[in-house]
Structure formats: C-alpha cells, structure tokens
C-alpha cells in the first residue's frame, strides 16, 4: 500500500455516486486504520520492551558482580557465629603495671573448645576420648549432647597448649576451637584485692570478652577495654614493697594468732599507695566464689584495708590533740588533767593502766590517756570535732580507683552528742577503714594539706586544702615520735628511721549489739617515717591477735601490732630507697699516713 | 499438454519446512541455549554422582538420565520451534486446559516427596511438576487473550488473563509454591507492562504484590521462615545458602579443579537449585560469568527481535516467554549469591531433573518459535530481504 488519498471519504463519495458498493474501500479503510494503530503500540511496545532488557541487564550484571565479590573475597570455615548482638566482641584488655613497670596482669593467649555435633565423624569416639582428657566431663551427657541434634555446645571454656593438642589428635572436625585472651595474674595472689580479678563477659566462637568484676579492673574496665588506650595501666604500688608487706603481715597474722590482717604504705605527699594488703586474700588468677554463708567481712574477698570500717581506737587521739592544738586550745606541753575516771551521766571513762593524774597534752598522747583525750576533745567541742574530721575525709568514703571503695563507709551516730564527741576524741564510735586512717595520718603529718588516696602513679606531690598549719604539723609529728621513743609504740622503733606513731587497741564491739567484748580487739599502729622530715604513713591492723610469748596473753597494740609495723618497715624503708640516718661515725683514732 | 499427460508437479504452498526454519530461527540464541545445555550436562557429571552415591546407584545414573530428557527436551524444542504462532497458540491453549486440571487435581493425586509441598504426580520411573508445564503454555493463553483485547472491538483480554493468572499463582499457593506462583504473576505482569498497561496501574500492581508479600509473610510459616532467614545479618553456613556462599568463595576464580568440589557432597539440591554453586566452585567464577552471559544474551537477544513484531499476539507471549526464562535464571542465580531469598527454583536447562528440563525445552521452543523472523511490513520485507 503506497498511495495514500488524501481524504479518506472522497473515493467512498466518489464510489456512492457511481453506484458501487462501498464495502471494499471501507474494509481498507479500517485496515489502514488497525495497521496504525498496531505501528503505534508496537512503537510504544519496543520502549518498554527495552527497559525490560535494561533491567534484566541490570539485574544479572548485579548477580555477576556479586559472583565476583563473593569469588575474590576469602573462604570461610563453617562455624556457627554467635547469636550475640552486632557489636563486635574485643577481647584486647591492657596490662596493669605497678610503678616500677613490673606486670600485675597481662593477657595470654588460650583456647576454647566447642562442639558441632553435626560434623561430627564419631560422636561415640569423640565422647570417650574427651571423657578422658578431661576426666571431669560426663562421659554419658557428652554422648547425649553429640548424637542428639544439637548443633553447637561449648566444651570448656579454657583448655591448655596439651590438652588442646591432644582434643586435636583426636582429629573429629566437629571439635573446635575458639581463640580466647586469658587474664593472667603472674604474681598469684600478692596485690589480690587491689587487683580485684576478671572473667569473660560476652562469649562468641572467635573471642570472649574480658571483664573486670573487682578492684582495680572492674573499677578501670571501661578504660582497659579501650580499643584506643592499650598502653599499660600504671598503679602506684611497688611490687617488691607489697611482696613484703604481704610476707610480714602474714607471718605476723599467724604469730600473733590474729584472724585477719590490714596493712597500708602511702607517700604522705602524692598519696600513692605504695602497698596494700588485706589477709586472708586469694589468687585472682582463680578467684572464689563469694561466701554463702558466714560474715561477708570474714571473706578473703574482702578487703580489709578499704572495706572493712572498724572502731580503730586510741590513734585517734593524735587528730583530737591536732585539732586542739591548730584551733590554739593547747600547746604540747599543756598541763591535761588525767585523773579519772571521768563521769558522763552513767558512762565512765577510764584509763587501761596507772598513769600521772595531770600531764602535758604530749605525754597525754604518749601514754594514751583516754580521760586527758577525753578532757582535750572538751575543750574542742562537738562541731568543731566534727569538722575537723570532716575536712579529713574520716565521714565519707574513701575516692580511691577501687570498684569496692563506695563500700567502705564509715559508721557514726547519727546524734553526735557529748558523750560520742569524748569517745570519737579516743577512737570509739567511729568506725573508718585503716584507709581513711592513712589519709588522716599523712595529712596531719605532712605539713597540713589534705591528701586523697589514689592508687595511680602520680608525677608530683597533692596540692590539697590546708587543714592545720605547718607548725601544728611539726608539733604532731614531734609528738608522735614521742610515742614511739619513749611511749606506747616503743617497739616500733628502727634505727635510723626514726618512726613516728600511735597505737590503737580498740575492743571489738559485739555484732549483736550492746557493749563491747574484754577478749576480742582491734590492734593498730599508725605510723610515719622517717618523723623528722616523713615520707611514707604506715597503717598495720590486726584483727583479734593475742600474743601469748608472755604469762599473760597480750593483746594491745604496743605488743602485737607494733612489731609487725617496725618489721615491715626495717624491710621496705630501704627498697623505697629512704636513706638511714645513722649518726655521723667521725673515728677519730684513724690519721692518715701522711700526718 | 505435459500437465494433462503426465499430471500436474506437485505444487507446495509456500517454502518447504525446515529451509524456512533454517532461514528465520534465531540462530544465536539457539546457539546460547544449546551452549547452556551443554554446560547444564558438564556440570551434571560433576554434581549428580554424590546424589548418586546417596541413592546406592550407578555414578553416573543421574547423568546419563538428564542426556536422556535432555535430548528429548532438545528434540521437543527443534519441533516446537518449527511451528507456526497459530498453531502453537492453538496447542498452547489445550495444553493450558490439561495442567491446569493437572495441577488443580495435586492436592488429590500428587506427592510431596518429603519436602513439604506438594508438587508432584510419581509417575514411578519420573516425577512430574505440572507448574513446570503450565508456565510457558499460560504465558502463551495471557498473550492471546491480551492480543485480542487490543483489538477494535476485542474481548476485556486483559481482565480475563488477569483472572486467569490469579487462579493458577492460587493453585500454586495452596501446594505452596511461593516461587512459581510468583514467576506466574511475574509473567503476566510482564506481558501486560508491554501491551501498554497504563503506569498508574502498574505502580498500584506493584504496590499490591508488596501487599501480598507481607501478607505471605505474616500468614505462611513456610513464607516467613525464608525471609527471616535472608534478612538474618548472619548467614547460618550449615544451611544450603551458607555452603553455597563458602563453594563460590572456595572456587575464586578458576575452580578448585574439576571433580575437586566439595560442596555437592553436603548440599542435597547441589544437582538442581544449587547448581551454580557446584559450578563456582569447580570451575570458577569464568564459568558462572559465562553462563550469566548466556541466559543474559537469550534474554536480551530475545526481547531486541521482538520489538520488531508487529503481532501484538507474538509481542506479547515471546515477552513473557524470554522474561520467565530469564527471571528464573536470575532468582537461582541470586539466591546462591543471597541477593534475593531462598526459593526452590530451578536453573533453565542446566539444572538437572526430568520434568523441569523438558518444560524448558518446550518453553524455549516456543520462544524460538516466536522470535522467528517474519515479514514485518518494512521496506526490507517489502523487497525481500530477512525472509
């Protein structure tokens, strides 16, 4: 069909009027008309019918392409990944290291070992030869859990190199491995609660996390598990001053028949805790699980030097008789009426053995008068004792980086009335942990600022809040060297050191309420040295000791915490690298050859 | 005189048969399809022997058994592409009739072989999938109903294969058989794309198969539990698609080397919906990159031919023929690469299994048979040239 007319009604017009039927040109009509039409939706066909190969070509270009990223990316072994969260599980935990660079914890490199039961070969062979490997598996569960229709159990959680080599040869490809960072703690238990101990978080197949769950790691896990922070953390411990401190506390424990044992080293001006130990302790590398039954404080768990708050006795009176003497009350050699027993309503307060009725508030301390304390804290009166100790941190938990340290709060009425001002003034009805004694004792002893606990390395000395003056200072510390040369403390002394101290004995009150008993104390020496120019505050406390060398058992302080202190201190004042002052040799019989 | 003595030379109307043939089918495609189906037996001899194996059978039992449908499935595509679009279409529609009374008689008469679905008639020496057969012949019923709705005066084409359409994916839900359904309204909604649906309807179309979708997905357990599984962030790598992803990852490029794959010896559906996987991992990526290429240039070829047909009829039922053929290759081949869910669909051609490779060959055939060149009414026809 070539020839198209240009109206389409003209032949049919033309035909009509020369008679003939119109049927064969309308048909044609009607076909031109349908083969337009078809053009057209064939032309609107075509495009779709491209777009249509567009997007196959798309799509299959996207299969390809997947292939490939698929093909070049790196095989897998089959294992079950952990249904865990999309976090990703970092095993990394840094070092600890105390201030000398010597490891306190490090992490090795261990395994797992994990089942799949469906790749299992033998399941029987498997079960018997775990079963014996490790004797401790039940040998009928594992067989239940192989051929049962789990598809994934954990067999331990940690094996060594030769066990792990020998699960290997038995060669099931359903047994596998999983790498894990174990916490190691290579000085067993020295440092235990200051170190606290860890175990696994979030376990997956290819790693598990290391947590903190007491001490210094739980209190610094965010911190250790920071992917971006791995250099090691620096403590303020010395290691070979805990080592010591933990060897003569123990033997004194056992000599002196204690139940339990506290000692503290602290720089008095940085507050870095040199060393710290709470007997009985254990081995964070296999830490026990917390007691059932019995007192929690009986614990090795617990930590006596932080948690533990107890009425620590007549150490205090070395803040009654600082508060006194900065406040301008009294000066060192003050005549105290001593004579007792002091009567406060029904309350009698007197002294533990015979002493002058009237002595100078030095000699008051010396010879631990309760009745000349008592009489001094009078003239302070309540508020002013009160902020005083205040300012010392002894009414608020300590802020050491110690996850248990919000535990240790001290115990007071809650009425401070008279009668606890006079039996706070001798360490009775205050409860604080050897800590806040430590604190107490270097800020006093110091020059007068206060001093925060902290168990970090520090570059340089606390610049704290002024609490006495620096002649106040000088005065305490003369008079507590007083105690020790000629006082309570006499067996603390250690040439050339030249320590100063207090001692306390305080009656355990009994846990059921109502008095206190006669045979059960608290025996603790707080001391500094060297007292003419003090570098380091020492607290040793001893719970429930007697020493029976003697006739009589012995409890108080001066005959068995005393000598547990000066021991630790003969050993650990040269390791801190403090130097003897030993009086000047000038022999004169010696001339030299020339003269 | 010699016409009256001797009687008149026989005269043929029009060409003899196969010359014609030879001159207007789609030699390349034919070609492509050929290939696959080669490859489809390469890849057989290394996948089938576990199955084999499994079974206490002959090695190559499994192969020798796909040589055997496979060649007649290549026969049944020769002779399909012979025909002529009117008297498939007349087949076509008779056939139609058939497996959709088969297919509606599966829950009465079929089997499920264990798998969960019921699918199958047991015919003892072969299983047959009615759904296999019914797809290219309800391809071609939609394109002749759609064809005659275009026409001055036609039937309502379109809602009648729309309906059409709905009752087969219904059939195919109830065995369940998401994935075929869902290749049938994927046809149809192919085929009424390019008849010229307006773009409103096909946006709201698509809107309600996403409708469907969440519906399947809240109702079906069967459903659900797929897509959980494809949406999971972590693939389970004992499941089929987690050893399909680690044999295409163990393949790399060039294979581990023939015979040296070990992912069919764990995958039960390693000779039929996880092919590729075998062939990724013997072979390599060149291998799965030359089969894309195949069913990518069959596709292409394919619906480039028809955008010259002037028959909307042929138009219509080569579309939905090539667009089947090729969705189906992309969704096996996409499941194994976990771009789209699991779903149990075959491979045209190369997958084994008597009934599936049969009904490709006849799909095939008749998208052959359509793609044929005709005389389209252009100069080039007019003066004789591409008869």
């Known amino acids: 069909m070539i020839r198209q007319p240009l109206r389409p009604l003209t032949r049919i017009l033309q035909a009509r009027a020369k008679g003939e039927s119109t049927e064969a040109i309308e048909r044609e009509n009607r076909r031109h008309r349908h083969e337009e039409m078809r053009e057209k939706m064939r032309g609107r066909a075509a495009l779709r019918l491209k777009f249509l190969a567009f997007c196959f070509f798309a799509a299959f270009s996207a299969i390809g392409g997947q292939m490939a990223v698929l093909a070049s990316s790196d095989a897998e072994e089959p294992t079950i990944q952990s249904a865990e969260g999309p976090a990703p599980i970092l095993s990394d935990r840094a070092d600890i290291v105390d201030r000398n660079g010597r490891v306190l914890a490090t992490n090795m490199e261990t395994y797992s070992l994990y089942a799949q039961p469906q790749q299992m070969i033998d399941p029987h062979f498997a079960a ?23 598809r994934f159990l954990w067999i331990r959680r940690q094996i060594s190199p030769e066990q792990m080599q020998q699960v290997h040869d038995i060669g099931d490809p359903g047994l596998l491995f999983g790498p894990r960072q174990m916490r190691l703690y290579p000085n067993g238990s020295l440092a235990a609660h200051i170190l606290g101990g860890s175990s696994y978080g979030r376990e997956g197949v290819s790693s598990a996390e290391v947590i903190g769950v007491a001490g210094v790691e739980r209190y610094f896990d965010a911190r250790l598990r920071d992917p971006y922070q791995q250099d090691p953390l620096e403590l303020s411990l010395d290691l070979t001053v805990q080592a010591v401190m933990e060897e003569v506390l123990g033997s004194g424990m056992v000599l002196m028949n204690a139940k339990g044992a506290s000692g503290i080293i602290m720089d008095v001006y940085t507050g870095e805790i040199v060393a710290m130990a709470s007997l009985p302790d254990f081995d964070p590398n296999d830490r026990p699980a917390l007691p059932t039954s019995g007192s929690p404080a009986d614990s090795p768990l617990f930590n006596r030097s932080l948690q533990g708050v107890y009425e620590l006795g007549s150490v205090f009176k070395a803040f009654t008789a600082a508060a006194a003497l900065d406040a301008g009350l009294v000066n060192p050699n003050t005549i105290i009426n001593t004579e007792g027993p002091l009567t406060w309503g029904r309350f009698r307060i007197s002294d533990s053995h015979r002493m002058d009725p009237s ?42 980086e110690m996850a248990e340290a919000p535990t240790g709060r001290p115990q007071f009425p809650e009425n401070w009335s008279e009668l606890s001002m006079m039996t706070i003034s001798y360490g009775h009805g205050l409860a604080v942990s050897p800590l806040h004694l430590a604190a107490g004792y270097a800020t006093i002893a110091n020059g007068g600022t206060r001093i925060v606990p902290t168990l970090l390395r520090q570059d340089g000395p606390q610049v704290g809040e002024r609490i006495i003056s620096r002649q106040t200072s000088d005065q305490i510390r003369s008079i507590l060297r007083g105690v020790v040369s000629h006082g309570t403390a006499s067996l603390a002394e250690v040439p050339g050191y030249n320590v100063g101290g207090k001692t306390g004995t305080a009656e355990k009150p009994i846990e059921t309420g109502g008095g206190y008993y006669s045979d059960k104390v608290i025996a603790t020496f707080s001391g500094i040295f060297p007292a003419n120019d003090p570098r380091y505050v020492i607290i ?56 | 005189m010699t016409e009256m003595v001797y009687g008149a ?25 050929l290939g696959l189906f080669g490859l489809g037996m390469l890849l057989g001899l290394a996948a089938s022997p576990p199955l084999a194996e499994r079974n206490g059978l002959d090695p190559f039992y499994y192969v020798t058994r796909q040589a055997m449908f496979g060649g007649l499935a290549i026969a049944i595509m020769f002779v399909t592409s012979m025909m002529t679009p009117l008297l498939i279409r007349r087949l076509a529609v008779l056939a139609f009739l058939a497996s959709f009374i088969a297919l509606a008689m599966l829950p009465f008469f079929g089997t499920d072989f264990g798998k969960g679905a ?41 809602m009648w294969s729309f309906i059409v359409a709905v009752l087969v994916a219904g059939l195919l839900v109830i065995q369940p058989d998401f994935g075929q359904a869902c290749l049938v309204l994927f046809s149809w909604g192919v085929m009424y794309f390019v008849s010229g649906a307006s773009m409103v309807l096909i946006f709201s179309i698509f809107g309600l198969v996403v409708g469907a979708g969440i519906v399947a997905y809240n109702s079906s357990e069967h459903f659900a539990r797929r897509i959980d599984g494809f949406l999971a962030a972590e693939v389970d790598p004992t499941t089929q698609i987690g050893y399909a992803t680690n044999a295409i990852r163990e393949g790399g490029f060039f294979g581990v080397g023939v015979g040296e794959g070990q992912v069919k010896w764990s995958l039960p559906d ?36 028809l955008t010259k047909e002037r028959d909307p009829f042929i138009r219509l039922a080569g579309t939905g023929l090539a667009c089947a053929f090729g ?20 491979l045209p051609f190369v997958s084994n299994g008597g009934s599936s490779v049969l009904a490709a060959g006849l799909a095939v055939g008749m998208l052959l048979a359509f793609t044929r060149t005709r005389p389209q009414g252009g100069m080039s026809d007019i003066f004789g040239r591409g008869r």
Request: charged share 20%.
């Open chain 1, 128 to 150: 018997d030869e775990l079963a014996r490997i490790f004797p401790e598996l039940d040998h009928e569960r594992l067989v239940a859990d192989f051929t049962g229709d789990r």
């Open chain 1, 359 to 400: 002595m100078p508030v030095s000699e008051v301390i010396a010879e631990s008068s309760n009745v000349g304390t008592a009489r001094i804290a009078q003239m302070l009166g309540i508020e002013r004792q009160k902020a005083f100790l205040d300012s010392l941190g002894m009414l608020e938990p300590t802020q050491v």
């Open chain 1, 540 to 595: 040793i406390s001893l719970d429930e000791p007697v020493e029976t060398s003697g006739p009589q058992p012995r409890r108080t302080a001066g005959w068995t915490a005393v000598p547990v202190a000066a021991e630790v201190i003969r050993r650990t004042a040269p390791l801190m690298g403090l130097r003897p002052a030993v009086e000047r040799w000038a022999p004169e019989s010696i001339h030299q050859a020339s003269q």
């Open chain 2, 9 to 33: 030379a026989p005269v043929r109307a029009g060409d003899p048969v196969l010359p014609r043939w030879w001159r207007t089918i789609d030699k390349f495609s034919m070609a492509g399809i």
């Open chain 2, 118 to 158: 019921t699918r199958w008639y047991s015919l003892g020496f072969a299983s047959f999938q009615p759904s296999e057969f019914l797809k290219p012949v309800f391809v071609v019923l939609c394109a002749w109903l759609m064809a005659a709705g275009q026409e001055v005066g036609g039937p309502p084409g379109r």
């Open chain 2, 270 to 305: 390693a000779h039929t919906d996880f092919i590729i996987a075998v062939a990724a991992e013997e072979y390599g990526l060149v291998l799965v990159l030359a089969i894309i290429a195949l069913f990518l240039f069959v596709t292409l070829r394919s619906l480039f031919r």
């Open chain 2, 327 to 346: 969705v189906q290759a992309m969704i096996n081949m996409g499941v194994a690469v976990r771009l789209l869910p699991a779903k149990g669909m075959t």
